[in-house]
């Protein structure tokens, strides 16, 4: 005892230690290493999450999901609101970062309206676009907000069922998605243009630098770290939307405004294929997660350059 | 004649960009507008009326969405499980991240990055397993059990940020403490925590939004109205009465506006937030 007593002092040292992480590495290792390994396993089998009984399948839900074109239409959907979200919404948030990032009036009032959307669930917006989006008539009166102005101000040829028709029913969400989305973007641009040394700015001027030249040779390449943070928080998030589309549409219209989760959902709940949704989630998570590597690699290649 | 046009110009660029700003004010708060609006309309006028200010302001909606919607119920939860929620993972991150931080054990490291990559590995449809495992925990259906959920679904973030904030911290304080006969927990009370205020100011509030909003787990786990927080019965209510809109209206106001005050009252650290978030990322 007396020999092993510094030994043993040190392990209850470590031990009580140990302790304080321990909390959170029990809930972590159950509700999240857990679930991770076993989405891995379930991939493999079919299953219908109810009765004991599983069929190991190896790969073949993997190759029915190949085959599964609803599935690949479906990434292909978030691709587009990941799209619309990285150019219009991205491009918007810069502007206004830009418009804000100067001495005006009431600077802190913009921000902190445009902050608003953001903060709202995906459910409260979603139902507040669709009753503005609602297509339905009263007494000849369009009910919804949009195709009442519409027709108001002289375009009634323009007045479309926005929700249901496949050719707008994306884009409203796309555009939704954006509208909640922007103010994270304006943001962490606005922070990044604030950081910015003004002599800079000074400095372009005194060479005769007109605000074009500002903006593309100085402010552009000053942000590209925050720009490259912006754009992959963008697309990692539109990738993975689907409470908005839950809210705005709901299920079951047709598969026009399907995306990966909200297929991963109904395979799950609508189908009761367990293992088959497992596949999904592990096909689609390592989409992203090549696409994040990707990412990493060319924004490494641009910060050389 | 120079300086003339050359005010001018400052003129109309300022104008611009006021005009510029104050249009996408108004875009972001219109429809919000609209949803109080439509929640002070009976459903005998919403469909007809379209008058900015409804020309019989009736606020019986609130009430009825608060008695007959349930929504008196699910605010009830949805406060229940913010709060909950919010103070589990102040402590337990804290508690994490003070030992990974500042006190040593073997594998310390190892935990502590774990953490960190659960945040860089997007895992979509993790809520699949999840549900298999409730069920086989007994946890399904239960508020102790979406509340763990939820607790680790912010656990990360909050650990990554308080361990820098800590790893930023000079150590004398606690060195003090320590001299003073202070045992680890005590100085983790007394001395970290409250110096690691501003930290824990950042991850309430942006936890706060999360769990106020969260939708999916709480539509898998949850079945039973008694237990559903605002988002559940929003879609639960819209799913029963599709045509009631003034009250769902209210619904959408009651779940909104208490999220929308905290922001309000916090913004100043959500901007901070975000700024050292993009660092980190």
């Not at chain 1, 005194?206 to 903006?215: C, P, Q, T």
């Not at chain 2, 008196?72 to 909950?84: A, E, V």
């Not at chain 2, 308080?162 to 001299?179: N, Q």
């Not at chain 2, 991850?203 to 539509?219: G, P, R, T």
């Amino acid at each position: 005892m007396n020999i092993k007593s510094p030994c043993w002092f040190r392990f209850q040292d470590y031990l009580k230690n140990f302790s304080f992480a321990l909390p959170a590495i029990l809930i972590f290792s159950v509700f999240y290493i857990f679930p991770f390994i076993e989405i891995f396993r379930l991939s493999f089998y079919e299953w219908n999450g109810i009765t004991p009984a599983m069929r190991f399948v190896d790969f073949q839900n993997f190759a029915e999901l190949m085959q599964d074109e609803i599935w690949w239409q479906s990434i292909g959907h978030a691709a587009y609101i990941t799209f619309i979200a990285l150019t219009f919404q991205n491009v918007l948030a810069f502007a206004l970062a830009l418009a804000c990032d100067r001495e005006i009036r009431m600077k802190r009032f913009y921000r902190i309206v445009f902050f608003i959307p953001p903060v709202l669930s995906e459910i409260v917006v979603g139902i507040i676009w669709q009753w503005i989006l609602y297509a339905g008539l009263q007494d000849g009166q369009s009910i919804g907000l949009l195709n009442y102005w519409l027709v108001k101000s002289g375009l009634p040829h323009l007045v479309n069922d926005w929700l249901s028709d496949p050719q707008t029913a994306l884009t409203c969400i796309a555009i939704v998605h954006s509208w909640k989305g922007f103010g994270w973007g304006f943001i962490m641009l606005l922070a990044g243009l604030q950081t910015i040394d003004r002599q800079l700015y000074e400095a372009a001027r005194v060479d005769g630098a007109s605000s074009w030249k500002l903006f593309t040779q100085v402010i552009i390449p000053m942000m590209v770290p925050v720009i490259l943070v912006v754009v992959i928080l963008t697309i990692l998030g539109s990738m993975q939307v689907f409470v908005l589309v839950l809210s705005m549409v709901g299920q079951g219209l047709g598969y026009h405004t399907e995306v990966p989760v909200t297929r991963i959902l109904s395979a799950m709940t609508g189908t009761n294929r367990f293992g088959y949704a497992c596949a999904m989630g592990v096909n689609f998570g390592v989409i992203l997660v090549m696409v994040s590597i990707a990412f990493r690699w060319l924004s490494n290649r641009m910060k050389q350059a | 004649m120079a300086i003339n046009k050359y005010i001018a110009e400052r003129i109309a660029k300022g104008f611009s960009i006021h005009l510029f700003l104050i249009l996408f004010t108004l875009t972001c708060l219109f429809p919000l507008f609209w949803m109080v609006r439509s929640a002070l309309m009976s459903n005998a006028t919403v469909f007809t009326d379209k008058s900015l200010i409804p020309k019989v302001i009736n606020f019986g909606n609130f009430a009825e969405a608060w008695v007959e919607g349930n929504f008196g119920i699910y605010f009830f939860n949805s406060l229940l499980y913010t709060t909950s929620v919010v103070i589990g993972i102040v402590l337990i991150a804290s508690l994490a991240a003070y030992a990974f931080s500042r006190l040593h054990f073997p594998g310390r490291n190892f935990f502590f990055y774990m953490f960190v990559a659960a945040m860089m590995i997007p895992l979509p449809g993790s809520f699949v397993p999840l549900y298999r495992l409730m069920i086989v925990l007994g946890l399904i259906n239960t508020r102790i059990g979406y509340i763990l959920c939820m607790i680790n679904v912010g656990l990360s973030m909050s650990i990554l940020l308080l361990k820098t904030f800590f790893d930023k911290l000079p150590p004398d304080l606690e060195d003090a403490a320590r001299i003073d006969g202070c045992g680890r927990l005590g100085i983790w009370w007394h001395v970290a925590l409250p110096l690691a205020r501003p930290a824990i100011a950042v991850i309430v509030i942006f936890n706060s939004l999360i769990v106020w909003n969260e939708y999916i787990l709480a539509a898998l786990l949850l079945n039973d109205k008694s237990l559903m927080p605002l988002q559940r019965g929003l879609m639960v209510f819209q799913g029963a009465h599709s045509v009631d809109y003034p009250l769902l209206m209210a619904g959408l106001t009651i779940a909104a506006i208490p999220i929308i005050l905290i922001y309000l009252a916090m913004q100043k650290h959500i901007v901070k937030g975000l700024s050292s978030g993009a660092i980190v990322g």
